[in-house]
């Protein structure tokens, strides 16, 4: 780091757009937040979210903030492929400066950039961990993928990650189904960065965990991106947690990115009604 | 009433109609031409029940003539019930000769073992296969393991694997353990044992895997690669019988059954029993040669 | 001789209540001023007069609604932070700029050493002293007890609070600082230190802008002062 400013983005989303049904030419002009509704008055298909553009620097922390039917939880599951894109473009640039058109790859490239270049973290652990695995064998899972085949090698990376994300590693070969759900978490987490990617997307995980367990997870989540300086996105409802852990933030509404800024800024300065409301709403 | 030769007879030759062994061998042609991928089949209505080898018995009859020599064994033994049963079946559908040699079949249908003998280019080996899906127990669900396949998206098998090693010390499989054809598709090669798993690979004979119930065929054609599946510091291993040799022949270097005796003794003897009956008699034998049998012959001369 | 670091040229800022039928709250207005390098503004005036708005305009914090603030910064060149890009401001922040606000914003399970250290993260221009001997170097000078060094800052007393984020500000050593109430609720012993620290900083060729009620803090530590009132500036004082 010589102090320069890093122009290049690692992330690059352009229009990125999800329609559940049908839809004509009106539908994404009749829907959004100015009409305070998703679906399309003609067609009644439903707009999930539409024209998301943004860009995401190495390193850097993006909140995806918004309420139910915001479309926050959308975006990024197009982005881990979990959800196919109606329409949009998403890039992702290599360390080699190529450029990568996300959507646009076979289900076997997908699935290669998923392993080697993305972690996600689902609200729901069910999602994310296979509970018929052991904590150890769902990170294992993750090593295979990414081509380490000696049992020695995995079993001693699992218990570096699960130290890390401050896992009992006696509980290794434990299933999931008996941790608590803080700890799942922190399993999940674990998986996440196993094979230590550039961009980790991290979508509600602390929401319905107790507030001591949620303080844990938040802080060992900043203390890991510092420490490897992983580009995150970080979808939440709730502001505290974009608060804590987030550089720069979108709030969405009803599909649309309605205001974006520095997070500070959005949490002091608001400009859009929507974001003013949010922001009061603060307990 | 049709009055022509083929409508006199009661069932056709082999039992199956025409078209349908023309379906099966068309779909046996395809699995040959990919090995280890599994081929859905008609499976049509035989008189045994499913889970009885129905799968085994259609190839069988759709690719047996009048020329051919039939064999059939159950767990290594041509004289076991069910054996018997099937091969009196065959017979009486197809008139052709049946036997007991391994060296004189031309095709021969097996249930959960490889012949102890090596089979030639001439021979076909048929197994009855009761779960052909070698992904199964890992995922529930076909619509995922054919992606799964598809894909070559095999972590899962794999953790199942380390699972194994993690909770017994050992990729502990009895019967069935997972390979992979060709480097492309993991495939179940039935329930044989570890001592069979070698000879798959590199073969002069066809393999043929018929599984009725499933509604499966696949193949492996000769000379092609067939590995265990293992990790780099756990290997693959076949069981062990040195240090308790076979009590009718005194052989430790073939595939033993463990039996027990009246007074509750426990004793071995070979499991096929062709090859049995021949090392009994003191004829040649043509056993198969890969490197985990000549390792531990190896180990037994030193 | 003196390289100005920041200028701000017709700065304004206004509050628009969307929830309030748009209704608008002017904060600031016609803001012309100019730090240069390795000097001390202090910023005065009444409470609500908009001296605390006008150090978030320039940190970012809150987005001004006209004029420009021009800053000159050593990996970017000169740029206009009120229309510098988010990203930008992003990387100022973590290498050049430091905002230390009135009060310290708590994070949880982070102990007081954490906090201070947590100032030195990115940044590169430092000694070559491990971050955690510096710390507590820090903390030790500003005299907080050793014993709470681990502890939470959630449970200290306010000054003990804002002590420990000034020594935050001060260990990330910047070209520009930003401080609001550094010694307020300090008694005069730990006032001197912190004024004492702010200067070295000053020597190391910092620019500051200080926010004060304290007399004796401003005359202590400030080449010049600058008054606001109600949301703009009125006669400059020179100070001796």
Not at chain 1, 155 to 173: I, K, W
Not at chain 2, 60 to 84: E, R
Not at chain 2, 141 to 148: D, G, S, V, W
Not at chain 2, 162 to 191: F, H, L, Q
Request: glycine share 6%; proline share 4%; net charge negative.
């Amino acid at each position: 780091m010589n102090g320069k400013v890093d122009q290049q983005w690692l992330l690059k989303v352009e229009g990125l757009t999800k329609i559940y049904g049908s839809y004509n030419e009106n539908t994404v002009r009749s829907t959004g937040p100015e009409f305070n509704s998703n679906i399309c008055p003609e067609t009644n298909s439903i707009v999930a979210c539409a024209d998301v553009s943004f860009e995401l620097f190495p390193g850097e922390v993006l909140g995806i903030v918004g309420e139910s039917g915001s479309g926050k939880s959308t975006v990024v599951k197009q982005l881990y492929f979990d959800l196919e894109a109606t329409t949009g473009a998403a890039y992702l640039r290599k360390e080699d400066n190529t450029l990568i058109s996300l959507l646009e790859e076979s289900n076997a490239r997908k699935r290669y950039l998923r392993n080697h270049f993305m972690g996600m973290v689902y609200q729901n652990p069910r999602e994310g961990l296979n509970f018929r695995f052991s904590s150890g064998g769902n990170i294992a899972e993750k090593l295979i993928m990414a081509g380490m085949f000696n049992v020695q090698n995995i079993r001693g990376r699992a218990s570096a990650l699960l130290d890390r994300t401050e896992v009992p590693v006696t509980r290794m070969d434990d299933k999931p189904a008996s941790f608590s759900g803080g700890m799942q978490q922190r399993v999940q987490i674990a998986k996440a960065i196993a094979n230590n990617p550039p961009l980790l997307f991290l979508d509600e995980v602390t929401t319905g965990l107790d507030v001591s367990v949620q303080a844990r997870v938040l802080d060992m989540i900043r203390e890991l991106q510092r420490d490897l300086n992983i580009a995150m996105i970080v979808v939440s409802h709730d502001l505290s947690v974009i608060r804590m852990l987030t550089d720069r933030t979108l709030v969405m509404k009803n599909g649309r990115i309605v205001e974006r800024g520095l997070t500070d800024q959005i949490l002091q300065d608001p400009q859009h009604a929507y974001s003013q409301l949010l922001v009061s709403s603060l307990l | 009433m049709i009055d022509t030769p083929k409508y006199q007879r009661s069932y056709h030759y082999a039992f199956i109609d025409e078209t349908t062994k023309k379906e099966i061998r068309r779909k046996l042609l395809k699995a040959v031409a990919i090995p280890g991928y599994q081929v859905p089949y008609s499976s049509p209505e035989m008189p045994i029940a499913r889970g009885w080898g129905t799968g085994g018995l259609h190839i069988t009859l759709a690719i047996i003539g009048k020329d051919d020599v039939f064999k059939i064994i159950d767990q290594g033994s041509d004289a076991s019930v069910n054996a018997c049963n099937l091969r009196d079946f065959v017979q009486m559908t197809t008139s052709c000769k049946t036997t007991f040699d391994a060296m004189e079949a031309t095709i021969i249908q097996t249930r959960h073992r490889i012949t102890e003998e090596k089979l030639g280019k001439d021979q076909i080996m048929v197994f009855q296969v009761p779960q052909p899906e070698p992904l199964r127990d890992v995922e529930r669900y076909e619509k995922k393991t054919r992606e799964m396949h598809a894909e070559m998206n095999y972590a899962k098998m794999w953790v199942s694997l380390y699972e194994a090693y993690v909770k017994y010390g050992a990729i502990m499989y009895g019967a069935g353990y997972p390979v992979m054809v060709n480097d492309r598709y993991i495939m179940s090669p039935t329930p044989i044992p570890r001592w069979d798993v070698p000879n798959l690979n590199d073969s002069e004979c066809i393999y043929l895997f018929g599984a009725g119930r499933e509604k499966r065929l696949y193949a492996v054609p000769p000379h092609t690669k067939v590995e265990p599946l293992e990790f780099e510091d756990v290997k693959f291993e076949i069981e062990r019988f040195l240090g308790t040799p076979c009590s009718i022949t005194g052989e430790e270097l073939a595939f033993l059954d463990e039996l027990y005796e009246d007074d509750g003794l426990k004793k071995y003897v070979i499991s096929d029993s062709n090859y049995l009956d021949k090392i009994r008699t003191g004829q040649l034998v043509h056993q198969h040669i890969n490197k985990y049998l000549k390792a531990m012959a190896h180990e037994r001369e030193s | 001789m003196a390289s100005k670091v920041l200028e701000l040229n017709g700065l304004g800022k206004e509050f628009t209540l969307r929830i309030l039928n748009d209704k608008r709250i002017a904060a600031l207005h016609g803001i012309n001023l100019s730090i240069n390098k390795g000097e001390v503004v202090g910023l005065i005036g009444k409470s609500g007069s908009g001296k605390s708005t006008l150090m978030k305009c320039i940190y970012r914090t809150y987005l001004p609604s006209s004029g420009e603030i021009w800053y000159h910064s050593d990996a970017l060149g000169a740029i206009d932070l009120a229309t510098a890009s988010d990203h930008e401001i992003l990387h100022l922040r973590k290498q050049e700029i430091t905002y230390c606000a009135q009060f310290l914003s708590v994070i949880p399970r982070v102990s007081a050493l954490e906090v201070v250290m947590a100032g030195l993260y990115g940044r590169t221009n430092q000694s070559g002293v491990g971050a955690l001997e510096l710390a507590s170097d820090y903390l030790a000078r500003i005299e907080l007890p050793k014993e709470l060094w681990d502890a939470y800052p959630s449970t200290f007393s306010g000054g003990e609070q804002q002590r420990v984020n000034v020594a935050r500000a001060i260990i990330s050593n910047p070209k520009l600082l930003l401080i609001d109430e550094p010694t307020a609720s300090l008694d005069h012993k730990t006032k001197n230190v912190v004024i004492e620290m702010i200067l070295e900083l000053r020597e190391k060729g910092t620019s500051i802008l200080v926010i004060s009620h304290d007399t004796f803090t401003l005359e202590r530590m400030c080449d010049r002062m600058v008054e606001l009132q109600q949301g703009t500036i009125i006669t400059p004082l020179i100070s001796v």
